[in-house]
């Protein structure tokens, strides 16, 4: 392949415990060979790999792109679906960074990691929001049937995050996904919101999906053969090729084009091998 088609942006690893098993210098050497110049991480509610992920794709000469997949908190304090922040800068990362800590100390008695409207605006300038197909926020409100609430949540967050605000749209064969993508077609038109195409990646080969079945099933506490418990993961949530996923989103490649620009617009640059001391 000559010309790049398509990056993942939307990439659990090892770090988002029970959904991921994505080892990072693996994701950094499967990007390499599928000849993409860039790769996201952007794990649930923590960045801990960041520093190991800059490393891998230093080393394998692949663009990384930090970002976080964060829980939304309403005002009244309900959690309302997940959004994928990326840094844009390395004031994005100070920002990232800034509102994991916050969301894990300042509400000690809440059960959910979450962040709310009003922090998310402090640094919106520095980073680049993707809502996560039936995972975010907006899905899951359009799956519920409350299409006017998910055109307020978006306009919401269109105006915390100008022109950089995006709908992705998976095709995973995961249980919604079809009345999903009916509707935010239509939303993103009438809204003017650019989609980006995704994968939802937890596990790098399609063969790996079993592997990371078992894995749900510990951290749930499940036992594998009960067909009473609820699968939120398809097989198809690999690291498919550019190839393939120029196959999948052959109809919108505009989707598939979104993501080549959303890495353009990412640039973080860490100073490594120095000592940073906490201020007291």
């Known amino acids: 392949m000559t010309k790049t088609a398509f990056l993942h942006l939307d990439v659990h690893t090892e770090y988002s415990l029970g959904e991921s098993i994505v080892r990072v210098k693996e994701l950094a050497k499967t990007a390499k060979s599928m000849l993409m110049p860039a790769v996201a991480m952007t794990d649930r509610s923590n ?12 080393d394998y000469g692949v663009k990384p792109l930090l970002g976080v997949d964060v829980e939304v908190m309403e005002e009244n304090g309900m959690p309302q679906g997940r959004l994928i922040l990326l840094c844009r800068n390395n004031a994005g990362y100070r920002h990232v960074c800034e509102l994991l800590t916050n969301a894990y100390t300042l509400d000690a008695d809440s059960a959910t990691v979450a962040v709310g409207f009003n922090e998310l605006s ?13 995972d975010g926020a907006i899905g899951k409100l359009i799956c519920l049937g409350k299409s006017d609430q998910a055109e307020a949540i978006a306009d919401k967050f269109s105006y915390i995050f100008p022109n950089a605000f995006y709908l992705e749209i998976t095709r995973t064969n995961r249980r919604g996904e079809g009345e999903y993508e009916s509707k935010v077609l239509q939303l993103a038109f009438e809204r003017k919101i650019p989609l980006v195409a995704g994968n939802a990646v937890r596990f790098l080969n399609r063969d790996d999906f079993t592997g990371h079945d078992i894995r749900v ?8 053969q009960d067909p009473r418990r609820v699968r939120r993961y398809t097989d198809q949530q690999y690291f498919k090729t550019q190839l393939e996923m120029a196959a999948l989103f052959n109809d919108v490649p505009s989707a598939l084009e979104n993501t080549l620009e959303i890495a353009k617009r990412c640039n973080v640059f860490l100073e490594m091998g120095k000592i940073y001391m906490p201020m007291y």
């Open 217 to 224: 099933c510990i951290d749930e506490g499940n036992v594998l």
């Open 47 to 58: 960045l801990y790999g960041g520093i190991k992920f800059i490393r891998a794709c230093t």
């Open 122 to 134: 402090k640094g919106c300038g520095d980073l680049i929001a993707i809502s996560p197909s039936i």
